[in-house]
């Protein structure tokens, strides 16, 4: 089939596919350029950028589980002034969209990284209310009246489209996403990495530094497609759908569960290239469902 359309559209940033390499999972774009040409991508999102340079948590800080990838890298960054003058000029040489993912310890600091980025040309910035690996635990995502008060906040500031990436280590998921709408979110994330741990036997240590990590890759996507699926039928938000994505088939099951685009992570460290095999499987899919368009795949679930 000729003329498939790939292209979607996230509250006005124009992805020419819905493919999205995740926080966190490729540096800052420049030690991937001999292994990921960004023009491919539907859009990237940078790591996690703080006020201050961040080291991060102790080693080790990534483990192997079953199906999975443990990480405790803790928020590690260069912080904001270095990530502007030396990390953000590489990745604006593309023509694809850059979201800036930025978190703070306080109101406060996610409100100066705001106006800081005001000042560039970037796409969208993506509110890290989630991470579950940083000292001082960031909770905003467990809190449905934090979650409103920060995003209500970064909303009256940001002039570019506002992200909010969610965390799986709720009860209710939907709950937190619609008080993130209600403050007036543009695009919801989901999921960050789920809270687990690891242990060495012989030694009776946590396999971690930090002891708790994120759990991502295969071993949590059904999980997170069931929390995609329950918050798109909460909310008419664009919903970037993640978490153990690896294929074009696990691509397609959060597209048609709800997801507006998707996102790689832990997928990106087995294969930095597994965005062309999924870009390829979607138009073949389309193709052979004689489908001219991706968009018309999303929340097709049928419940019946
Ligand atoms: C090593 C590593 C570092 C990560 N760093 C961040 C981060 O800085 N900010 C963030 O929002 N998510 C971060 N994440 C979470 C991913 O962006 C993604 O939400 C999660 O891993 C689930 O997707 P996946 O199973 O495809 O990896 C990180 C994940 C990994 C594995």
Redesign the pocket.
């Known amino acids: 089939m000729k003329n498939i359309n790939l292209k979607v559209n996230l509250a006005g940033i124009s992805l020419k596919n819905p493919l999205i390499l ?4 490729f540096g800052y774009g420049e030690e991937y350029q001999d292994l990921i040409n960004i023009n491919e991508l539907g859009a990237v999102v940078t ?2 950028i703080t006020l201050k340079p961040k080291v991060g948590n102790p080693p080790p800080r ?1 483990a192997e589980t079953a199906s999975g ?1 443990l ?1 405790s ?1 803790g ?1 590690a960054n260069v912080g904001i002034e270095l990530f502007l003058k030396e990390k953000l000029p590489y990745l604006k040489k593309f023509s694809t969209p850059i979201i800036v ?1 930025i978190a703070g310890e306080t109101t406060e600091e996610y409100l100066q990284l705001i106006q800081r980025l005001n000042e560039e040309q970037i796409a969208g910035i993506e509110l ?1 209310i989630s ?1 579950p690996n940083v000292g001082k635990k960031l909770t905003v995502a467990q809190d449905e009246d934090k979650t409103f008060g920060l995003v209500k906040a970064a909303k009256k500031q940001t002039e570019v489209p506002l992200l909010v ?1 969610l965390s799986p280590n709720v009860t209710d998921i939907t709950r937190i996403a619609k008080s993130a709408e209600r403050a007036g979110a543009d695009i919801l994330s989901l ?3 789920f809270s687990a741990m690891s242990i060495d036997v012989e030694t009776k240590s946590p396999k971690l530094g930090g002891i708790l990590g ?1 759990l ?2 295969p071993a ?1 996507k059904p999980i997170a497609l069931r929390m995609l699926w329950q918050v798109r039928k909460t909310t008419s938000l664009p919903i970037i759908g ?4 690896t294929d074009s088939r696990d691509a397609l099951e959060f597209i048609i569960a709800g997801a507006n685009a998707i ?5 990106i460290f087995i294969n930095p290239q597994a965005y062309q095999g999924i870009i390829k499987g979607l138009k073949d899919y389309l193709s052979r469902k004689r489908i001219d368009d991706i968009n018309k795949v999303v929340a097709s679930l049928n419940e019946k």
């Open positions: 995740e926080s966190g999972c790591k996690t990534l990838l990480n890298i928020l993912s890290n991470c990436k999921v960050n990495t994120g991502s890759g949590i993640m978490g153990g994505i996102g790689l992570g832990t997928a």
